[in-house]
């Protein structure tokens, strides 16, 4: 290396030859060279390497492409070597493309995660005497690759753990798997993702196509899809189209869905019709349901969800179906103490619903299911909060009745 561009870098990281003494790591820098304390430093910044076999090569003649990489680094260490920098603007060009690249490619992928624990306790037909407790653990593991600058590649493992048995459970379940985003004005998924969207009609995961257009304001959803996998009210064999207006505007919010089956549902077919699970077969349902949001003040909201059903009723039940909620305030995982609380009133005969979010029981068996809900929800520390529920719900054909508590306490990571 030549003396003045050793020294130029020296002295831009406030070095000068005869600032300390310190142990320098090459072997052929001898103690009594002018350079030696400028190189110790040098090397001890990061800015020097030498050769990877002790030796500094001092005598060697420095490419351009090797003096730029020393540059490079000084600056990053915020040395003020503008005159070098102009000297090998075109070396440090090419330098700072591959490094940029290289940190690019770095950050293609990322990863988030959640742990959940939870404990829930049932009295069946309102009876303390038959009581049900599970307790349980489930971890998902989300990611995201960008595959270029309008799409990315997303997926979701999971793992469930029974805390009540002798038994390990294992199995790592890769829940979602799809692609998404922007062809022409819309954005496009394509593949298993979880769909909520309207939670008291369907929650689950579905395959297939997901489209939408428009903006937060107000948007349109189409979605032509099967189960991802067998579930109580819907099958994988068959096709669930899902067609959804939604918007926001001020206080408000909204939604319209159509959710039309072709050989998907379960539908009994002999006997007592529609409830009669024991001799169900696959077939069609049509729900439409509509649902409004307002906040009546900043800390309080109201919402009512509307269901109809337009194939298969039961007059014992009817076709109609709703949902009533108040929200008081909201928890948020970044602000410790925060909290929200939340009461729902529900009135959901089982034609009126695929796979709904509910804890309570269903009574998929009976006809549906109405009762209420108290829920709160805090936030204990940063990412660490918790929630208790509890549901009490009688079946619309019958007498049953279940009251069920849930506890669970959440680790965002």
Known sequence: MEKTLL?????????????????????????????????????????????????????????????????????????????????????????????????????????WGQLR????????????RDQHDVSGGRTRIWGEGKINDS??????????????????EE?????????????????????RWGEDISPMVIDTHLEGLKFTYGTNKLNFTSMFTKAAGPHSTL????????????????????????????????????????????????????????????????????????????????ARVGSNGYV???????HDVNKPGSFGLVANYYNQPSNTFFIPTISANRFLFNGGFEGWNIGAKYTFAKNIYGLIDYFDTDSKIGDNRDKVLVTEVYFLF
């Not at 799409?151 to 390990?168: A, C, H, K, P, V």
């Not at 009533?324 to 909201?330: C, M, P």
């Open 235 to 314: 099958t994988s064999s068959g096709r669930l189209n899902i067609f959804g207006l939604a918007g926001n505007y001020d206080r408000s919010n909204f939604f319209v869905n159509y959710y039309n089956t072709n050989n998907a549902a379960v539908v009994a077919v002999e006997k007592n019709g529609w409830y009669d699970w024991d001799n169900s077969t696959k077939g069609d349902k049509d729900i439409f349901n509509v649902g409004i949001g307002y906040k009546i003040t900043p800390t309080v909201r109201l919402f009512g969800e509307y269901m109809r059903s337009v194939k298969d009723e039961d």
């Open 7 to 111: 020294a130029a870098v020296a002295l831009s990281l406030g070095i000068t030859a005869s600032a300390y003494a310190a142990a320098n790591p090459f072997s052929d820098v001898p103690a009594g060279h002018w350079a030696y304390d400028s190189i110790a430093k040098l090397a001890a910044a990061g800015v020097v390497e030498g050769y990877g076999d002790t030796t500094f090569g001092g005598d060697k003649l420095m490419t351009r492409y090797e003096m730029a990489q020393i540059v490079a680094r000084a600056m990053a260490k915020g040395a003020k070597v503008d005159k070098l920098a102009a000297e090998f603007a075109d070396e440090l060009d090419n330098l700072g493309v591959r490094v940029a690249n290289l940190e690019k490619k770095s950050d293609n992928i990322h990863f």
């Open 324 to 330: 009533a909620r108040i929200e008081y305030k909201g």
């Open 171 to 191: 199995e790592i379940q890769f829940k979602r798997a799809y692609v998404q985003g922007r062809l022409g004005g819309m954005t496009v998924r394509a593949g």
């Open 117 to 128: 624990t939870r404990y829930e306790r049932w009295d069946r037909s309102g009876d303390k």
């Open 151 to 168: 799409w990315t590649y997303n997926l979701m493992l999971q793992n469930e753990q029974i805390f009540s048995n002798n038994t390990g």
